[in-house]
């Protein structure tokens, strides 16, 4: 989803260039990261049709995707000569109105490029190139590897030259800024929102891609994952005479209850008008400076209640599911609509630990579709390269109006809990 702010990327670069076509002079460029494979994304807001090359340094070999108003291509070129590999016509496949994330992916070790726009997934990739797929032997797939070791290989480096026509001012010149993101691995298959603690890990985990292992989590990430993947929300009934959890569906369903009455007085917080569009935020511990809000939320879902579609202002994100179940909707980068189908969705139980971070799953809504409420601790942080660190989580409302939400606390965890297990004894006596 769009927001009210540019996100940072990882290259800002002011030119001044003549406008050219793309057989001419590039009008961008940059060395790849890796010799020979990665991903990129451009940042635009643009309505001119471009193309994005990969090439050797002198230009003479490269792979391309051309990116039209109707469609989106792949072309091989060889000098002078260029040949179609594969081409695609659908809706919204090529250049779209508005601040949009353009990806390229090189995978120089499979021989694949692909293309797509927002997040960089499966569910998000638009035209995909194999040139292993029809091979059909393993003596045909060396051969082609031959064939095109000037465009895939480790000994070169490689250019990433972005061609395009663009309108000119009065003298012949304009200024276009590009906004550049680089990764250095190309996109194979999508990561796990699940993760698994390492210590778990066995043979059969190993060879499946059910989880994503907590020691491979991004470093702000694994952070989090340490500091919570113990949490519980009992503590044994014979400390307190009652389970907590018992203690809250109580405040929950019964009138003037505490926690009853927050969630009447938070009917309207995302200015909708169902009750249910909404959730109660229990803060631990204070704010650091390095999060979005205080880093610890405890968070309750009443049944039936959900979450705008929302953004976490490009912050890191671990979800553990202490008490039932929530039904996790993953939506594009873009999403403008509240009522947009999602790309991927899941259930977590007990348990179970998902994670965010600025590229995978940072845009979604969640939603308690069981019979009973679920509680669930979020924690967030920064990435150590983020410079806004920007406070809100940017959501949809009603109207199709990206709005800003400041995280808020509804109350401290220790009120809550003291507060509701003193009404839930009160009621057994």
Known sequence: MSSKRQRPANENVKQVKQARRENDMPTWERQFPVNGQGTLVFNK?????FVISVENEKGHYGLSIHIEKDHAMFVQRIGEERKKLSLIHEKECGIEKGKISYWYSYDRDNLVLKYGKGYRMEETTILTHDFLKNAASEKEKEEIRKELYPYFNAAEKKFIRKYETMSVNSKGVTVTEEMVEFDK????????????????????????????FSASLPPACRELYENIKGCQLNYPEEVTGVLLSDAIRYSIETKNCLLNKRLKDKAD???GHDIKETYLRVTLGQSLGKSPGIPYVLEIWPKGHYSPIHNHGNANA??????GSIHIMNYNKHVSSPHAKPMKEFDAREGDVTWINRNWYQTHKLKNTSNDYCATIQ?????????????????ISENSTIEEFFPNSDFTFREMREQVLKEYKQSLE
């Open 45 to 49: 807001d643009t309505e001119v049709p």
């Open 185 to 212: 691995n190309p996109l194979i298959s999508n990561v796990s929102p699940l993760v698994l603690d390492s210590s778990k890990v066995n043979l059969f985990f190993l060879d499946g891609s059910d989880y994503i």
């Open 269 to 271: 917080e995302f200015g």
């Open 318 to 323: 671990v979800i553990r599911v202490l008490y």
């Open 379 to 395: 924690c967030y942080n920064y990435d150590a390269g983020d410079t806004t660190h920007w406070p809100y989580f940017d959501y």
